[in-house]
C-alpha cells in the first residue's frame, strides 16, 4: 500500500485560506469515507482536525474542514493563522491487511 | 481527559526484541479499540497495526511490513496495550505513538526506538 500523496509545503498569509490535496486510489480514498487529518506542531504529537472526510471533534476551530471528491480529499483551512503553521496528514481507511495509510505530509507556513 | 503514555522505547541491535507499553487514563480503556503508530526521524506516519476492544473480539490488525515480526496485546486491568517488537531492523528506528479508536482521535507522546549496530 502506497503512501497517500500530499503536497510538500503549502504557504499563505496570514487571514487567507489554503487548501491541501491528498491523492489516493479506488482502493482507499475512494472506497471509504474514513478520511482523517491529524496536525502536527514540531516535537509534539499529531491532533486529530477532521474524521470522516468532513467531521470536526469538539474543539476543533471552525477554521479548518474537510472534503473529499472521487480518490482526493482536501482540507482548507480558512483565515490562516500563524498557529497553523505545522505539518498535516491525510488517513485513509484501506482494504486488504494495512488497515490506515497515510499521507506523505504537508508542511504549512504562514508567510 | 485522555492521557495516553507510552513507555519501553530504548537502544536495540539489529535483531533484537523490544516491548512498548501504553497507559491510557481519561476513557474507559477496556471498550477502546487501540492502534500503533510509528514516525521514522524526519518522516511520516505509518499506521503498524491495532487491538480491538475484547467486546468486539480483540481482533488483531497489522500492517503488512510487520510480517509476523510484531504483536499487539492488551491488559485492561491495568489500562494497558503492548506491542511486542522481534527480529528488530534498523528501519524500525522511529518513535512509536499509541493511539484511541478508528479515527486515531487521541495520541499519546511517544517512545522512541533506536535500532542500531
Known amino acids: 500500500q502506497s503512501a497517500l500523496t500530499q503536497p510538500a509545503s503549502v504557504s499563505g498569509s496570514p487571514g487567507q485560506s489554503i487548501t491541501i490535496s491528498c491523492t489516493g486510489t479506488s482502493s482507499d480514498v475512494g472506497s471509504y469515507n474514513r478520511v482523517s487529518w491529524y496536525q502536527q506542531h514540531p516535537g509534539k504529537a499529531p491532533n486529530l482536525m477532521i474524521y470522516e472526510v468532513n467531521k470536526r471533534p469538539s474543539g476543533v476551530s471552525n477554521r479548518f474542514s474537510g472534503s473529499k471528491s472521487a480518490n482526493t480529499a482536501s482540507l482548507t483551512i480558512s483565515g490562516l493563522q500563524a498557529e497553523d503553521e505545522a505539518d498535516y496528514y491525510c488517513?485513509?481507511?484501506?482494504?486488504?491487511?494495512?488497515?490506515?495509510?497515510f499521507g506523505s505530509g504537508t508542511r504549512v507556513t504562514v508567510l | 481527559e485522555v492521557q495516553l503514555v507510552e513507555s519501553g522505547g530504548g537502544l536495540v541491535k539489529p535483531g533484537g526484541s523490544l516491548r512498548l507499553s501504553c497507559a491510557g487514563a481519561?476513557?474507559?480503556?477496556?471498550?477502546?479499540?487501540m492502534n500503533w503508530v510509528r514516525q521514522a526521524p524526519g518522516k511520516g506516519l505509518e499506521w503498524v497495526g491495532r487491538?480491538?476492544?475484547?467486546?468486539?473480539?480483540?481482533?488483531?490488525d497489522y500492517a503488512a511490513f510487520v510480517k509476523g515480526r510484531f504483536s499487539i496485546s492488551r491488559e485492561d486491568s491495568k489500562n494497558t496495550v503492548y506491542l511486542q517488537m522481534n527480529s528488530l531492523k534498523t528501519e524500525d528506528t522511529g518513535l512509536y505513538y499509541c493511539?484511541?479508536?478508528?479515527?486515531?482521535?487521541?495520541w499519546g507522546q511517544g517512545t522512541l526506538v533506536t535500532v542500531t549496530s
Open positions: 493511539s484511541t479508536g478508528i479515527d486515531l482521535d487521541s
Open positions: 488517513c485513509s481507511h484501506a482494504g486488504g491487511s494495512t488497515l490506515y495509510v
Open positions: 481519561g476513557f474507559i480503556f477496556s471498550n477502546a479499540w
Open positions: 487491538i480491538k476492544s475484547k467486546p468486539d473480539g480483540e481482533t488483531l
